[in-house]
């Protein structure tokens, strides 16, 4: 069957998820494929206000989530690509459940042909994420979890390896950009870690954690739909997070939050730790 039309995929891509759930990660693959990769390297990009880039696309992509997600559950959709006062409002409107949407998490990638951007989709109630999915379409990679029940990469449950337990043996995403300059300048200088990257889509490094492939990451503010759904997917990965000033991630500022986090609980105390003593 279709899963546009409403089949279902092969079982082995959604072990771990629900029925209702499944549904949703058909829905996000499908507008992925049919929206944002038939227009993959024609898009052209422009500024928002903020001096981020735009495309066409996010706003094609996000229509689409809009429509798919509510005639899966009629609830508010709150996208990134939407002024502030409507983000606050549907925020408001939406305590009993909520989509949280980022249509393309990675715009500047997605325009320059890099291929390390993503749909992310949380389903939320009352301010928590219930369910997360992350989804790559130019490697078919879908992150997804729920509440309770695990997280997973493409039917294989995460994280895909056993992390070092040293800092000092780890890979770690560091944001630059978005971080003091003293912590940043100590980071370039004299790293606790073994090595470091920076890919340019926050949601997919939220899930890189969760997989082990980043072992530790830092980045200095992120938005609701940046961090919805990946803080959910590593936490039910395992892992564990932070602010930069909140030991818990959910105490700090909704609408733009640092994050620490790490792919164990151990290798997140050292990392904020040292990150701390540090600013």
């Known amino acids: ?20 759930w499944e549904r949703a990660l058909i829905a996000v693959k499908d507008v992925a494929q049919r929206v944002i990769m038939s227009r993959y390297l024609s898009a052209v990009r422009s500024r928002k206000a903020d001096g981020s880039f ?6 094609a992509a996000q229509c689409a989530l809009i429509e798919r997600l509510k005639e899966l559950n009629d ?27 980022d249509p393309i998490d990675g715009t500047t990638n997605f325009a320059n042909g890099i291929p390390f951007f993503a749909v992310s989709v949380a389903y939320m109630e009352g301010g928590k994420s219930e369910k997360g999915v992350v989804y790559n379409p130019a490697t078919d990679e879908a992150f997804y979890a729920e509440r309770g029940r695990g997280a997973w990469l493409n039917g294989t449950p995460l994280p895909l390896r056993t992390p070092p337990a040293a800092l000092g043996d780890c890979v770690a995403g560091v944001d630059f950009k978005r971080i003091a300059k003293p912590l940043s300048d100590k980071l370039a200088t004299h790293p606790p870690y073994y090595s470091q990257r920076n890919f340019g889509s926050s949601a997919l490094e939220w899930c890189y954690v969760a997989a082990g492939r980043l072992d530790v990451h830092l ?7 940046d961090y919805a759904a990946g803080r959910l997917i590593l936490e039910e990965a395992g ?40 600013l």
Request: with cysteine; proline share 4%.
């Open 1 to 20: 069957m279709n899963p546009a039309n409403g089949g279902t995929l092969p079982q082995s891509q959604f072990d771990g998820a629900s029925r209702d």
């Open 54 to 59: 735009l495309t066409e696309v996010d706003l």
């Open 75 to 101: 609830k508010p959709v709150l996208g990134e690509e939407m002024t502030g006062e409507e983000q606050h409002e549907l925020w408001r409107q939406g305590q009993d459940g909520l989509w949280c949407v």
């Open 219 to 225: 980045h200095g503010g992120q938005k609701l739909w």
């Open 239 to 278: 892992g564990a997070l932070c602010t930069l000033t909140h030991d818990d991630f959910d105490a700090d500022d909704l609408w733009k939050r640092s994050a620490i986090s790490a792919v164990t609980p151990a290798l997140q105390a050292q990392w904020r730790n040292w990150i701390r003593a540090n």
